[in-house]
C-alpha cells in the first residue's frame, strides 16, 4: 500500500466492499477517514466522521483536508428506483460539489460497475463502449460517472464486476439471481476478489489511473454453472444456444496495461486457498 498519498476519505464503509477495503487499508498504515452515519462505529485505526450524503453540510468536515477520495457508497439490492437515484447520483453530486469546494486538489475515484455494459455486446464490454442500461442501478452509476468526469476534479472510474471473498456470502447467494434471472449456465462472468480491489484502489491512489475508466476484474470468466457448484448449489444443465454470448464479460486489458495484476487470478484459487 502507498502510504504517501495523505489523509483519505472512504464513504460506505459498512458495504460489502467498504468493510473489508477500509481494514485493508487501515491495516496497511493508511491515514483513513470514515463518513458514518450517527450510532455507526469503526475500527480504532480510523478517524469516523459524522455526515450523510443527502445533507451537503454535513459533508465540509468529512472532505476538508483529504488528499484522495474513495466513494463506494451505493443503493442497488432494492425494488425502491427512487432511492437508488436518490444514493447513487443526487449523493454522488453532493459529495463531488464538496470537494470542488473543501478538498478541490484530491483525488475522487469513484466505485461503479461492469453492469452498465449493454447486454448484447458483440465483444467483453469495454470502456469506451456506448452504454445506456435500462435498470436504475446502473444507469444510476453512468450518470454518477458523467458527473464526476465533468466535475473538474482529479478523478478515477473503476467499473467493478462480481465481487466476492473474505466471507462475505456474495457468490454464495448467486444461486437464487442466477434462478431468478432464468441465466444460461453456461454463460460465463467475470468477478473480482475483495483483495484485488484493494490492490486497484492502490494503484488508483498513486495516480496510475487518473481521469480513465477502468475495468477491474480478474484473469479468468467463470461459467454461471460451474460458480454455483462451487458454493454447493445446483443449476440445472442446458445444451441449448447461448444468447448474448459476452453478457457479464469485461475487457480488463487496459487495467493490465496500467500495472494491474490480479493475485487471485481465478475463483478457483480463492478456494485453494480458503479466502471464500
Known amino acids: 500500500m502507498n502510504r504517501q498519498v495523505g489523509k483519505i476519505l472512504v464513504t460506505g464503509v459498512t458495504g460489502l466492499v467498504g468493510e473489508r477495503l477500509l481494514r485493508r487499508l487501515a491495516d496497511a498504515g493508511m491515514d483513513c477517514r470514515a463518513l458514518v452515519r450517527g450510532g455507526k462505529h469503526v475500527a480504532a485505526n480510523v478517524t469516523a466522521v459524522e455526515g450523510d450524503l443527502f445533507d451537503s453540510a454535513s459533508l465540509k468536515e468529512a472532505v476538508l483536508d483529504v488528499s484522495a477520495i474513495i466513494h463506494l457508497a451505493a443503493v442497488f439490492r432494492t425494488q425502491d428506483t427512487d432511492l437508488i437515484w436518490k444514493s447513487n447520483l443526487d449523493g454522488t453530486r453532493n459529495l463531488i460539489e464538496a470537494a470542488k469546494a473543501y478538498a478541490p486538489d484530491a483525488r475522487f475515484i469513484l466505485a461503479s460497475t461492469t453492469n452498465v455494459y449493454n447486454a448484447n455486446n458483440s465483444h467483453p ?17 453512468v450518470a454518477a460517472e458523467k458527473e464526476l468526469r465533468e466535475s473538474g476534479l482529479n478523478w478515477v472510474v473503476l467499473r467493478f464486476p462480481f465481487v466476492y471473498g473474505d466471507g462475505d456470502g456474495h457468490l454464495e447467494s448467486l444461486p437464487k439471481y ?18 484485488d480491489i484493494s490492490i486497484a484502489i492502490n494503484l488508483a491512489l498513486a495516480g496510475a489511473m487518473d481521469g480513465r475508466i477502468v475495468n477491474i476484474s480478474d ?57 471464500m
Open 178 to 195: 442466477a434462478i431468478a434471472g432464468k441465466w444460461h449456465p453456461a454463460m460465463r462472468m467475470s468477478t473480482i476478489h475483495h483483495r
Open 219 to 275: 484473469e479468468a470468466p467463470t461459467s454461471i454453472y460451474e460458480l454455483v457448484q462451487l458454493v454447493g448449489g445446483s443449476l440445472e444443465s442446458s445444451s441449448e444456444p447461448l444468447v448474448n454470448p459476452w453478457y457479464l464479460l469485461s475487457d480488463s486489458s487496459l487495467a493490465r496495461s496500467l500495472g494491474f495484476q490480479p493475485t487471485i487470478r481465478t475463483v478457483y484459487q480463492a478456494v485453494q486457498e480458503n479466502i
Open 125 to 141: 464490454g469495454r470502456e469506451d463502449d456506448e452504454v445506456a442500461p435500462q435498470q436504475a442501478y446502473p444507469a444510476s452509476k
